[in-house]
């Protein structure tokens, strides 16, 4: 198997529960020296999803694909297409564009991009399973553990938005059967996590893991827009145009990852205990 996207978040997670289940992996890396992190005893090729003839040596003798997409969309299709010559299956990690939930329904260059390579896939003929997860538990990370390693003030927009963060473990837990397990051809997934939370009660719950008090402060949207870096602004103006649909509302819960892994899904208050020391140590905000 081929997992792409192998330092990332989810890849990398991958890598790890296909080891533990025995199946043998190739990881593919865009630079040799990001293999350092990984196992020892997984194989490491590089390649680059934007130079599609890059990625022969990595797709020889592989049967199937777990597919991460962060790059921009021009060589989807060459890409696909070369998938389709090499291998049988694809497991494609996407976002629930389809799903009927004001969060999720909103137009965006990402929900384009992942529709776009889920119609080529479905074109090639290539066997496939769409796993379609919501909002990561990790976003946090990203988003706040400056902010509460600092003052202990998150200034956010939208903090009565509820979303229902999937916790990463359980999101490559599904994405790591689906690639060695029968029966998951065709399979299209939504995954969330078991709750939904508003942003300022996933502070709050952070605040908890962390034994202090975190001050939740509701910014107003354009000031956060006005505060993010030009390249951030895609993302921005999407998160910001989900926050502001999906007020008013309970997020969108389903129950695949226990239908999947037989085990219920980690709540957010799960994941914020096993990751409080990234709240609590590193670098502080700068400004
Ligand atoms: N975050 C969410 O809440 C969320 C929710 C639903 C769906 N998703 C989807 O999940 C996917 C992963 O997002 P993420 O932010 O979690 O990713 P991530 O952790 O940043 O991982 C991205 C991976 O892709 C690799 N990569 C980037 N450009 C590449 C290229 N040109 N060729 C080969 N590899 C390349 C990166 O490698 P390097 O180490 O070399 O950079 C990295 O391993 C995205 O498609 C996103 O739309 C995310």
Redesign the pocket.
């Known amino acids: 198997m081929l997992v792409?996207?192998?330092?990332?978040?989810?890849?990398r997670a991958v890598i790890d529960l296909l080891t533990d289940a025995g199946v043998p992996v190739r990881a593919?890396?865009?630079?040799s020296d990001?293999g350092a992190t990984l196992p020892t005893h997984v194989e490491i090729v590089t390649?680059?999803?934007?130079v599609p003839e890059s990625l022969d040596a990595a797709l020889h003798a592989i049967s199937t694909v777990f597919l991460?997409?962060?790059?921009p969309p021009q060589t989807a299709a060459a890409v696909v297409d070369r998938l389709a010559a090499h291998t049988r299956r694809v497991v494609y990690?996407s976002?629930p564009h389809r799903t009927p939930h004001p969060f999720f329904q909103q137009p965006n260059p990402?929900a384009a991009l992942?529709a776009e390579i889920e119609r080529l896939i479905a074109t090639t003929g290539l066997d496939s399973t769409i796993i379609r997860?919501?909002?990561?538990a990790s976003?946090a990370l990203l988003w706040w553990a400056a902010a509460i390693r600092g003052e202990g003030v998150v200034r956010w927009p939208y903090g009565a938005a509820e979303t229902a963060p999937v916790d990463d473990r359980d999101l490559a837990a599904v994405v790591a059967r689906t690639l060695y397990e029968d029966g998951h051809a065709g399979g299209d997934y939504v995954l969330t996590g078991p709750e939904s939370l508003s942003q300022a009660e996933q502070v709050s719950i952070i605040g908890d893991a962390v034994g202090r008090s975190i001050t939740f402060e509701d910014l107003p949207p354009d000031e956060f827009r006005r505060e993010t870096p030009e390249a951030s602004r895609p993302a921005v103006d999407m998160l910001l145009a989900a926050w502001n649909a999906t007020m008013g509302q309970p997020a969108y819960v389903t129950s695949t990852v226990s239908d999947i892994l037989g085990t219920p899904p980690r709540t957010f208050r799960q994941w914020a205990a096993d990751h409080a020391t990234a709240f609590t140590e590193g670098p502080h905000p700068t400004n």
């Open positions: 792409t996207g192998a330092t990332g978040r989810i890849g593919l890396v865009r630079r990001s390649g680059d999803l934007t991460v997409w962060t790059a990690l976002a990402m992942h997860p919501g909002m990561f976003n």
